[in-house]
């Protein structure tokens, strides 16, 4: 089974009796079957892109307006242009990751956005930001993505193999176990042109990879992109620089959304009338972009390479897009779900001195909030339950917040090829959840040493803990999947544990809508079992529901903090998704 499914004729299979003739997809791998062998399919990484006419319009801008241009097998194509051009839209709408509005996009035939599924693993896409952990080294990091993208069943040594050859391919070899923190600019974009090479994509996409680099090691990587092409691939690559277009094959240039060029460098200077290239974005300023398009349709450059080209594109596939089946579906689920959790545990390992200031905050806030009260005073007995509840959310949430948007732009390339938003999430939940409840035990533990005739049951005060802890790590991964930045996240922290503390019912008595708004603060049901835990009375004033027996009441109130953690779960999901469609 392969993490980006199987494919015959183009349609997803789970199980298929297959024929003489068919074509067959596995992953990133073609085959043909020619009646009684899988024939690895040669021509299957020689891939044609044709643009027919797309358009783009978003918020009432035209973005994009009637673009048609062909991109043959094993081209490296330039794409130029001033900033708000449209460089990006167009790239994106070519790879299929954001979808033209108008018009459409083949490769080698077949409808790009109705199959786009069947093509999602022979597409590299590489964008500005880098798409790599910066705590895992280069050979930790295309491991795990050989992992989620690689059929489930490749052999550990094969794995191997495939990455020293790309960091072999990348001249990344003697890095390979360096974090890429300690790496260069010009490194850390290498390893993520690393991280989609390893699925060997006919079609590379890059978005600015040159960008901020310096002239030496610009020159370096278009080189290697020059390379890739060489051997098979066909990259389409965006770029300010000019130094290295000679190294194109093609140009295209682009003039607020209008097509004002599609040829070879050489002829690119012939066209605009100018000696070299740097020179290009000053000579589209002397006449309008709607000028540029009509001179580019009347050149031959347009004859030749749009028309003609245009002419030769192969005839469709007859096979209509299927869903992925449910069966397949699952696999991918619990295979990610295992790759996904033991990524985030290393990480949170490679990263000590977080990991000794998680385990210390619930140890410093805890005797912040013991040593000061006094045994005594009936005070003391309430105020310190809430205390414990607020620190219980406060120490997890503030981390939980940002786990998502940390690696924002990691999680939106593996979005585009298959990430599962259930798998990734549970994993993220199930991590976030082991670290809460050692917060909690170092919190409890600390506490009850300062202030024992305060506490009641230690085991009682820590399985609630625990569970509060959960609902406070869910209350963090809402804000990270639902936020745009981390900085906005972390300034909604506050807004969240305000609340928890006005409606708690330690400070105030709760009646009418304040009671009903209770029922939603896990930190009212903690400080309901905490409290009641120490006192072991039944108030029926102070409680939410009835308690059944003297000592039921902490399960209670711990399955009832589990079910809040439970309902947050698809809330954060949900959240996910609709960041897809912005």
Known sequence: MSSNGTWVNG?????????????????PFSFHFDGGFLLPAQASRALRIDAQAIGKTAGGTRILSGISLTILPNEFVGLLGPSGAGKSTLMDALNGFRPASEGSVFVNGEELYAQFDSFRAQIGYVPQD?????ELPPSRSLRYVGRLRLPTDTPESDLDALITETLALLDLSERRDTAVSALSGGQRKRVSVGVELMTRPSLLFL???????????EERLMQLFRKLADQGRTVFCTTHVMENVNLFDLLVVLVKGRLAFFGPPSGALKFFGIGKITETYAALERKTPEAWEEAYRASPFHAEFVAQREQSRPAPSPAPPTPVPAAARRTLHRDQFRVYHARARELLFRDPRNLVWLLATPLILGALAALPIDPATETGGRTLPLFLAVIAIFSIATYACREILKEQSVYRRERMVNLSIPAYLLSKTALLSAVAAVQCFLLITVVTILRPALMGSFLENLLVLMATGVAGAQLGLLLSASSGTQAKAVTLVPLVLVPQIIFSGAIFKLDGFAKFLSAFMPARWAFDALFHNRVRLLDPERGLYRRLARDEGVLLETFLLLLFAAALFPVSAFALKRKDRR
């Open 11 to 27: 349609r997803s299979i789970v199980r298929q009796k297959i024929e003489k003739g068919d074509r067959v997809q596995i992953g």
């Open 130 to 134: 880098d798409i790599i952990h910066l």
């Open 207 to 217: 978005d600015e990879p040159t960008s901020g680099l310096d002239p030496g090691t």
